[in-house]
């Protein structure tokens, strides 16, 4: 896999500066360095040190969502902002595909003719569509899409590899991540109404950075 950083010196050293600030205002915490790789990631991309006391971690998270990287899972995102702004390259480098549904005419049908969201219907379709199991499912956006995702877990059997759960809003958004905390499925989860799309694209970057210094 090609380097996982910025392309030229000057850009890693205002990343390599970025980051020395935020490592030395955020001061103690309880993250594995893994996970604070993830969280000061999240942190550079908002300005927003929050998120070191918003952000929670299943245990599992990101052993299961390096291992599902490297098998070349499907990553299923509620928005299309997402996947604008996954890197490519870095994840055809391992086989992953991007889907994102929530345009898709039948989607929009559906959610009219049953008053749900597109956002439901989008992730209802990806169940049937047999890509959630071993996915890692990335939701900024729709809190009802992490609802949704939640209600498959529970209801249905769905095994995604790895839930992030980060949508950003005023009606369920705190709620939707509380639900995504009491699943077996492996989360990360900012906790609150604070999330959106950057966030989430954020957390899959730094996890494909540790695929590429963590031991297989």
């Given at each position: 896999m090609s380097d996982m950083r910025q392309m030229t010196a000057k850009g890693r050293s205002i990343e390599d500066g970025s980051f020395a600030i935020i490592d030395s205002e955020a001061g103690p915490h309880q993250f594995s360095p893994a996970e604070w790789q993830i969280v000061r990631r999240v942190i550079h991309a908002t300005a927003d040190f929050e998120f070191k006391e918003l952000t929670r971690f299943h245990p599992d998270a990101v052993r299961t969502g390096i291992d599902a990287l490297r098998?070349?899972?499907?990553?299923?995102?509620?928005?299309?902002?997402?996947?604008?702004?996954?890197?490519?390259?870095?994840?055809?480098?391992?086989?992953?595909?991007?889907?994102?549904?929530?345009?898709?005419?039948?989607?929009?049908?559906?959610?009219?003719?049953?008053?749900?969201?597109?956002?439901?219907?989008?992730?209802?379709?990806?169940?049937?569509?047999?890509?959630?199991?071993?996915?890692?499912v990335a939701i900024g956006n729709a809190p009802t899409a992490l609802l949704e995702t939640v209600r498959l877990v529970e209801e249905t059997g769905a095994r995604p590899a790895l839930v992030i759960g980060v949508p950003?809003?005023?009606?369920?958004?705190?709620?939707?991540?509380?639900?995504?905390?009491?699943?077996?499925?492996?989360?990360?989860?900012?906790?609150?109404?604070?999330?959106?799309?950057?966030?989430?694209v954020a957390i899959i970057h730094a996890l494909l950075l540790l695929s590429t210094e963590t031991p297989a």
């Open positions: 098998r070349g899972c499907p990553i299923v995102v509620d928005v299309k902002m997402i996947t604008a702004g996954l890197n490519e390259d870095r994840l055809r480098a391992y086989g992953c595909s991007t889907h994102c549904f929530i345009s898709d005419d039948d989607v929009i049908a559906a959610a009219k003719a049953a008053n749900s969201t597109r956002a439901i219907e989008a992730m209802r379709k990806a169940h049937r569509n047999s890509l959630l199991d071993g996915a890692i950003v809003g005023f009606v369920s958004a705190a709620e939707s991540k509380e639900a995504a905390l009491r699943i077996p499925t492996p989360y990360i989860v900012a906790r609150g109404r604070k999330g959106g799309s950057t966030i989430a």
